[in-house]
């Protein structure tokens, strides 16, 4: 993460804004051991270190009784969103869960006073997607995220280039007009393709009510997906609107392209016609879910996880120091950090981690503006997306800022999301190269801006996996059960990766299914 705090006067037109990077040091790092110490502190292994501006929601909830003493059903291990579910799930369910995310959940992180989002604002509309609307039902997520957020956009995104600026307000009039002054007679085109993305992603649904294990294995499990998927599948709108879907696939699923049509027809359509506003996004979203399994009686512990051993029907780890003992565990992490949970492991061990090998090939990184509001057209919107840039989109939201302290600030805050090589690693070069992008869109843009910042891996960013090439290819990624061992279970977004955080819930669904199996105790009283 970097952080840069520009000078707050406005410069004179023809001269460049001074940059000076801001440095914070971390209450824990403040002292050091005294060298007369006579004997070393005690070996454990911390937690992954997070940058000392993030600040959590609430204080982990760990039981009185030691962990090693305690009997839990199942342990979900890691911060992706589908673990969170799971857990909310069966913990509501009757079920011991322990949760395990491996760093201090956060939605919002403090950067020199102001307060940013640990992921970009925009969601898909999940109660719109018939997968995942029953679990939040039955979680009870519906008057959360109300509450929560700042509802649906009041439109599709706009779409901004170099000669375009198309808002896409919800009102057919106005967006009819909007449609014929940008686009002239390519208008009527546009606005049918629009209206068609209402039921573009309608076909999968038959596969989201019950679905089947991706990827299919054996002759009848192939035959059964094929009775479910779409066939032939819907055809992507052309012009302006099938562009804009394509460029959003990659920040709403974490497998694109020909093997996984649903990425662009079912998860980008339902995020670029009514987006949801959330202040954190997906990390808000995961922290509603833990919030939830807490109050159904789960366990929570931000202590890092080592050493997971797999027994014949029960699975053991390391927790800070503590060996804990679970029926069944939950990986909901990415794939490296699978492999290293399993380091040093037997031949179960490598095999889970072999199975979760799945290779990351780009990121979602952010990059965050404080800018005046004078700095910023009145038109823009506060979802856009940017096309034309020859280094690829952006995702921009724009939304008032605010301070860490409560003040009231008049500043707008610009997250900007942009899809990287999963290498990338230089954050003065993502920042440069979304400024670069802005300009011709946000004229003296640059001028008003009095804080930057970046996050190259968000916690709660898409990975993208690599998909196998060839035209007749094998779609990919992890199913909810392990091949290796039914006592392992994967809810990380590597699981139905086309169909992005639906097809988080649907891992979610998924293993709290298996779980409520293997206990066998399938009628449980909710808590």
């Excluded at 002292?31 to 110490?37: A, G, N, R």
């Excluded at 004229?443 to 990975?463: K, M």
Aim: net charge neutral; glycine share 8%.
């Amino acid at each position: 993460m970097s952080d840069t705090t520009r000078k707050s006067e406005t410069p004179a037109e023809g001269t460049s804004t001074s940059t000076s990077t801001s440095s914070s040091t971390s209450p824990s790092s403040s002292t050091s051991p005294s060298p007369s110490t006579s004997r070393p502190p005690p070996v454990a292994v911390p937690p992954p270190p997070r940058p000392p501006s993030f600040v959590a929601r609430r204080i982990p909830t760990l039981p009185d009784k030691p962990l090693q003493r305690r009997v839990y059903d199942v342990a979900v291990i890691g911060p992706d969103l589908g673990g969170a579910a799971t857990a909310a799930l069966l913990a509501k369910r009757g079920l011991r869960v322990l949760m395990a995310p491996l760093s201090q959940a956060v939605v919002t992180r403090d950067s020199d006073g102001w307060l940013l989002p640990a992921a970009h604002p925009m969601i898909p509309p999940l109660r719109q997607l018939s997968g995942s609307i029953f679990a939040l039902d039955e979680l009870g997520l519906a008057a959360d995220l109300q509450r929560q957020s700042a509802g649906t956009a009041t439109g599709a995104f706009q779409l901004l280039g170099e000669e375009l600026r198309l808002s896409l307000p919800a009102d057919g009039l106005r967006r009819r007009a909007e449609l014929r002054r940008e686009l002239g007679e390519d208008a009527a085109a546009a606005e049918a393709a629009l209206e068609a993305l209402d039921t573009l992603g309608r076909p999968w649904d038959a596969l989201v009510s019950e679905p089947p294990p991706l990827p299919a294995r054996g002759f009848f499990e192939r035959r059964r997906l094929r009775k479910v998927l779409p066939n032939p599948l819907p055809e992507v709108p052309q012009g302006i609107v099938g562009e804009a879907l394509h460029a959003l696939a990659p920040f709403a699923a974490s497998l694109v392209g020909d093997t996984a049509p649903e990425a662009t027809a079912r998860e980008a359509a339902a995020l670029f016609r009514a987006p949801l506003r959330l202040w954190g996004g997906a990390a808000q979203l995961a922290d509603l879910l833990r919030a939830k399994a807490e109050t159904a009686g789960a366990h929570l512990t931000t202590e890092s996880c080592s050493r997971l051993r797999l027994a014949r029907k029960s699975a053991m780890f390391d927790l800070a120091g503590a060996e804990v003992q679970v029926n069944m565990v939950v990986l909901a992490c990415p794939p490296e950090t699978i492999r290293q949970l399993c380091e040093g492991g037997g031949r179960a061990e490598r095999a889970v981690a072999d199975e979760a090998q799945l290779t990351v090939e780009r990121k979602e990184a952010l990059a965050h503006f404080i800018v005046r509001a004078e700095g910023l057209p009145q038109a823009l919107e506060e979802a856009a997306l940017l096309l034309g840039d020859p280094a690829g989109p952006l995702v921009i939201s724009a939304v008032p800022a605010r301070r860490s302290r409560g003040e009231v600030a008049g500043e707008r805050l610009l997250t900007v999301g942009r899809v990287v090589d999963a290498g990338f690693s230089d954050p003065q070069a993502l920042l440069s190269s979304v400024r670069k992008a802005l300009d011709p869109v946000l004229p003296f843009f640059e001028r008003h801006v009095v804080h930057e910042s970046v996050e190259l891996d968000p916690l709660h960013g898409q990975r993208i996996l690599k998909p196998h090439e060839g035209l007749h290819s094998e779609p990919i990624g992890l199913r909810p059960v392990s091949a290796a061992h039914d006592r392992v279970l994967f809810a990380s977004r590597e699981v139905y990766p086309g169909f992005g955080l639906e097809g988080s819930i649907l891992a979610a669904r998924a293993c709290s299914a298996q779980a409520l199996e293997l206990s066998g105790r399938k009628q449980v009283s909710a808590t």
